[in-house]
């Protein structure tokens, strides 16, 4: 869990970095990005993409707000402590609308994606 929320971290810093080189970030579009990965791997229905993206919106609104706004500390107002919150009331949201086919489908594709990094670590960065 924790190699995972360090990958998540440089993820979110990385992205923040990414947009603030070009200006376009946008939360409804980092929402959708998050909320179509889960789509495409957990082949979810209609009704499951509508709960996820909105969930995702006003999760990414409130990290953003947050952050620009220094709270929590740290690098960028990255708090680990807040982040594992959010990660946790993530889980548990999922496992809220997905069936439990679909979740276990969403545990191994995280799996994966941290595998890729290196072991949730900074990999190669």
């Known amino acids: ?5 360090i990958g998540l971290a440089a993820l979110i810093m990385t992205t923040g970095a990414f947009a603030q080189g070009f200006g376009q970030f946008n939360p409804d579009d980092i929402a959708k990005m998050q909320a179509d990965r889960i789509k495409e791997v957990c082949k979810v229905d209609d009704g499951q993409y509508k709960k996820i993206v909105d969930y995702f919106v006003k999760d990414v609104k409130e990290m953003t707000a947050q952050m620009s706004q220094g709270q929590g500390g740290g690098f960028g107002g ?5 982040m ?13 609308v997905l069936t439990e086919d679909q979740f276990k489908k969403y545990e191994e594709d995280q799996r994966r994606m941290m595998e890729q990094f290196g072991g949730g670590g900074f990999g190669g960065f």
């Not at 869990?1 to 929320?5: E, T």
């Not at 009331?89 to 809220?96: E, G, H, I, R, Y």
């Open 78 to 82: 990255f708090d680990m402590e807040a």
């Open 84 to 96: 594992q919150k959010r990660m946790k009331a993530q889980t548990d949201f999922l496992k809220s």
């Open 1 to 5: 869990m924790r190699k995972f929320l």
